[in-house]
């Protein structure tokens, strides 16, 4: 049982280069989520799924979109990526809807650098 | 809206020293509250949490209590160890945030020998 995988751990790319993140998990989760770490800022929301082919936006979504085609994977894109992008990204998953007792599960975070 | 406000940090303690970690929060409704931890180079990881109003979570020898009245969730440990050193992020979550988590701007802790 992996739980939450991301993929890369670390990359560096320059001003307007696209890329795409992978998040993981085998925990059969319906609920996934995409967060940037900041220093000073703690955790953002980058967008979320509540199930397979759906997405939402959070808090901070501009410059980002994600597609959640299976169940167990979502990713998250960067079509022109640009310095203020420089973070820690971390995907999370819960079990379902309930958030009022529910826990989320991370990854260990992909660490990308916009030069 | 909903926000979580933690103590700055850094925080430095010597070992088997008594820890406090500041949380208050406002927040729609009655969310559940979390403390989460991360490690140097990991992801964050639950370290307890509270359902409900004077509910008190417990784990690895922390404790926090829901307070409703004064709408916090202080982190408490009475005899910390070198191996606590990491960031903790306080949190909400709850049927009125949509599912979403809110999450405090994190207090690093450092526990020297």
């Known amino acids: 049982n992996a739980g939450v995988t991301q993929t890369p751990k670390f990359r560096v790319l320059k001003t307007g280069q696209s890329m795409t993140l992978l998040c993981a998990q085998d925990m059969n989760h319906e609920y996934m989520y995409w967060y940037r770490q900041d220093p000073g800022m703690g955790l953002r929301l980058i967008h979320y799924s509540v199930g397979e082919g759906t997405t939402a936006k959070g808090e901070v979504p501009d410059g980002y979109n994600v597609s959640r085609l299976k169940k167990q994977n979502f990713l998250l894109g960067l079509e022109s990526a640009a310095p203020s992008q420089t973070s820690v990204y971390f995907c999370a998953s819960s079990y379902s809807w309930l958030a009022s007792a529910e826990t989320q599960y991370f990854g260990p975070g992909t660490r990308l650098l916009v030069l | 809206g909903n926000s979580v406000t933690q103590m700055e940090g850094p925080v430095t303690l010597s070992e088997e020293a008594f820890l406090t970690i500041n949380c208050t929060y406002t927040?729609?409704?009655?969310?559940?509250l979390f403390w989460y931890v991360q490690y140097p180079g990991e992801g964050l990881q639950l370290l307890l949490k509270?359902?409900?109003?004077?509910d008190k979570g417990s784990n690895k020898g922390f404790e926090a209590t829901y307070r409703k009245e004064t709408t916090s969730f202080h982190l408490e440990k009475g005899s910390v160890q070198v191996s606590d050193s990491a960031v903790y992020f306080c949190a909400l979550s709850g049927v009125n945030t949509g599912n979403q988590f809110y999450f405090g701007t994190g207090t690093s802790l450092t526990v020297i020998p």
């Open positions: 509270a359902t409900k109003a004077d």
């Open positions: 927040a729609t409704g009655y969310p559940s």
